[in-house]
């Protein structure tokens, strides 16, 4: 039996799905290594790479024999279908941008041409459908889940101005990937000298920066994000009291 009996007024935190964006060397793949580390504690987990980069940035954070790299559609797949059958507590994806790509190539075979429809086959719908059985799969697989993405900024198809700093994904994508996620935080890098910067994480709609949050009490103010660990433990407590119900 799938149909499960909720108490809308005790929401725990689980079954949460995160997208982080910012721009490139933003530590979001740092943040998913932290992420997968405090989470550890609570159950199994694991890191999927799309792309072979970043991997140096977690390295020695102790994760252990918890990373794979998928090149192929097929492959993604078949993770997401092993992991699902023992549901991983915490699961993070680095980059959702890459999958992108490989889900272009498994139903193109090439991601370096524009997508084309004829009244027999329209890969623009296909590629739209395998994307968003993709990033469905991920809830399958795991009771947490981090995803990151590089940021773009998404300009108004009618006059070309900048409209929206949103994740670096294909035409409409790139704000209705919101839509598959509780969480969308951006990742803020301010220079405060030579080789230094402070990050924070932004959830708060500014009209200008695609954020999200489905939560009672907002998160109204930026997180901000130590050098080392400890970034995830901060946005999690940060969650967990906008959970704890509508501010009276």
Same mark, same amino acid.
């Given at each position: 039996?799938?149909?499960?009996?909720?108490?809308?007024?005790?929401?725990?935190?689980?079954?949460?799905?995160?997208l982080?964006?910012?721009i490139?060397?933003?530590?979001?793949?740092?943040?998913?290594?932290?992420?997968?580390?405090?989470?550890?504690?609570?159950?199994?987990v694991?890191?999927?790479?799309?792309?072979?980069?970043?991997?140096?940035?977690?390295?020695?954070?102790?994760?252990?024999?918890?990373?794979?790299?998928?090149?192929?559609?097929?492959?993604?797949?078949?993770?997401?279908?092993?992991?699902?059958?023992a549901?991983?507590?915490?699961?993070?994806?680095?980059?959702?941008?890459?999958?992108?790509?490989?889900?272009?190539?498994?139903v193109?075979?090439?991601a370096?041409?524009?997508?084309? !429809?004829?009244?027999?086959?329209?890969?623009?719908?296909?590629?739209?459908?395998?994307?968003?059985?993709?990033?469905?799969?991920?809830?399958?697989?795991?009771?947490?889940?981090?995803?990151?993405?590089?940021?773009?900024?998404?300009?108004?198809?009618?006059?070309?101005?900048p409209?929206?700093?949103?994740?670096?994904?294909?035409?409409?994508?790139?704000?209705?990937?919101?839509?598959?996620?509780?969480?969308?935080?951006?990742?803020?890098?301010?220079?405060?000298?030579?080789?230094?910067?402070?990050? !924070?994480?932004?959830?708060?709609?500014?009209g200008?920066?695609?954020?999200?949050?489905?939560?009672?009490?907002?998160i109204?103010e930026?997180?901000?994000?130590?050098d080392?660990?400890?970034?995830?433990?901060?946005?999690?407590?940060a969650?967990?009291?906008?959970?704890?119900?509508?501010?009276?």
């Amino acid at each position: 039996m799938s149909i499960h009996k909720l108490d809308l007024d005790n929401l725990a935190f689980e079954d949460i799905r995160i997208l982080v964006h910012s721009i490139r060397a933003g530590g979001k793949t740092f943040l998913a290594g932290d992420f997968l580390k405090y989470e550890s504690q609570n159950g199994p987990v694991a890191y999927v790479n799309t792309d072979g980069e970043g991997l140096m940035t977690i390295k020695g954070m102790g994760l252990g024999k918890v990373g794979y790299k998928v090149e192929t559609l097929k492959d993604f797949k078949d993770l997401m279908a092993e992991f699902s059958k023992a549901r991983l507590h915490a699961l993070a994806v680095d980059s959702l941008q890459i999958l992108e790509r490989i889900v272009k190539i498994g139903v193109m075979g090439t991601a370096d041409r524009s997508p084309i !429809s004829t009244k027999d086959k329209n890969e623009w719908v296909d590629i739209g459908r395998e994307f968003e059985n993709a990033v469905l799969s991920l809830s399958k697989a795991a009771k947490l889940v981090m995803c990151t993405c590089p940021s773009a900024i998404n300009a108004d198809q009618i006059t070309g101005n900048p409209r929206m700093v949103s994740p670096d994904l294909s035409g409409q994508r790139a704000l209705g990937v919101a839509g598959y996620f509780e969480y969308v935080g951006y990742v803020k890098i301010l220079p405060t000298g030579k080789g230094k910067v402070k990050r !924070s994480i932004q959830f708060a709609p500014d009209g200008v920066t695609l954020v999200r949050q489905q939560t009672p009490n907002a998160i109204c103010e930026d997180i901000q994000l130590p050098d080392g660990l400890g970034g995830w433990a901060l946005i999690k407590a940060a969650i967990v009291k906008s959970l704890e119900g509508p501010s009276t």
